[in-house]
């Protein structure tokens, strides 16, 4: 008897374990196929066609062979060209750099009309060369006269910038504004995945601006026919990038709805650059274009819309950097190259200028 009590405890005990085996087996696989499932159709074809672990891993992060830095020059808009200083220490910190040199190329998108010694020279300070057509207002904007700005020398490229969209020779492309100091290697901001179609955006939620026709509010809406591109089409996306942040900030900073554009991680699209350029149409949409291309992308990428952005460390862009933050940012962003300018602390200003002669010195023995 005693026996047959011991043997049927055995064969519970392995039933049950088998049980919980097959039960943990199906939470695994359901939540799997789910989290594939949100990326796009396209990845949950592959998994059910049992996609390989690298085939996986290209639909989740693109192909690392195709990962670039990206900076866009444009024609000076004084005659010493301090940018184009700015984009040679922005080359020479992931080229050469010891300490933030990149595993990743940098290509520069070089506007129509830049000097041609300019370009040779940064080719041969080790950048790739993108030549653009700009992207002027005008060509852009319905009715110019409703921007916050003039269209002067200062703004008139800024629009370019969303060109990057159309570079898709690359799966992800990280922008870097001239005026953005590398201070640490950054190559891991990669490593943020795409995002795929979030649940549909409540009305309520969106953006409001007033139509300037009659002073009506109005929720910001995607018209995906006006686009000429079905909704599927413009996923797995990516825009990842850091909460802008004022002058007197907490440390770390606190997060905030919206992002600072001088430096965003992107997949590009034709798709979504189209959908940009449809937008950006109309600057009452989106803050009269205050912020010119940023104004844009805060509307076309709003946290509870169709393509939320994606928070990534705050010190990848030292936005508003102060003395307390320098050991922590892996990036400072401000024109440090105004040296007279109480705008930013000492150290910014000695860390540029000693990068700024690093890069000379560097070339100068690469020369000799």
Request: charged residues 25%; negative net charge.
């Amino acid at each position: 008897m005693t026996q047959l009590r011991l043997g049927q405890i055995t064969h519970f005990l392995r039933r049950s374990k088998f049980i919980l085996l097959a039960t943990a087996l199906l939470i695994g696989l359901c939540t799997f196929t789910f989290h594939f499932n949100l990326l796009s159709p396209s990845v949950l074809h592959a998994f059910e066609g049992q996609m390989s672990t690298e085939q996986a891993f290209v639909d989740l992060q693109g192909d690392p062979n195709k990962y670039t830095f990206m900076a866009l020059l444009t024609p000076p808009s004084s005659e010493n060209d301090p940018y184009f200083n700015a984009t040679r220490v922005l080359v020479h910190r992931l080229k050469h750099h010891p300490v933030t040199k990149s595993k990743y190329p940098i290509h520069i998108m070089v506007v129509r009309g830049v000097d041609e010694w300019k370009i040779r020279r940064l080719e041969a300070d080790g950048a790739s060369i993108i030549m653009v057509d700009p992207i002027s207002p005008s060509n852009m904007v319905v009715d110019v006269e409703s921007m916050d700005h003039d269209v002067s020398k200062r703004y008139e490229h800024m629009f370019t910038k969303l060109r990057i969209f159309e570079q898709t020779q690359f799966d992800k492309l990280c922008v870097v504004d001239s005026d953005i100091l590398i201070l640490k290697n950054i190559d891991d901001i990669f490593d943020t995945p795409y995002q795929g179609k979030p649940r549909t955006p409540v009305k309520t939620e969106q953006r409001r601006y007033k139509d300037p026709k009659d002073d009506s509010e109005h929720y910001f809406e995607e018209n995906f026919e006006e686009y000429g591109a079905s909704i599927d089409d413009f996923y797995p996306y990516l825009l990842a990038a850091v909460s802008d942040r004022g002058e007197h900030h907490m440390i770390p900073p606190e997060p905030i709805g919206s992002f600072n554009a001088g430096m965003m991680l992107i997949r590009p699209s034709i798709e979504q650059f189209k959908r940009l350029l449809k937008i950006g149409a109309y600057p009452y949409k989106y803050e009269n274009a205050h912020m010119m291309e940023q104004s844009l992308l805060n509307l076309a990428y709003e946290e509870h819309g169709w393509f939320p952005w994606t928070r990534v460390d705050p010190y990848y862009n030292g936005v508003w950097c102060s003395p307390d933050e320098y050991h922590h940012l892996k990036t400072a962003h401000g024109k440090f190259w105004n040296i007279g300018s109480s705008e930013f602390a000492p150290v910014y200003l000695a860390e540029w200028f000693r990068a700024y002669g690093e890069m000379l010195a560097f070339h100068q023995y690469q020369t000799n």
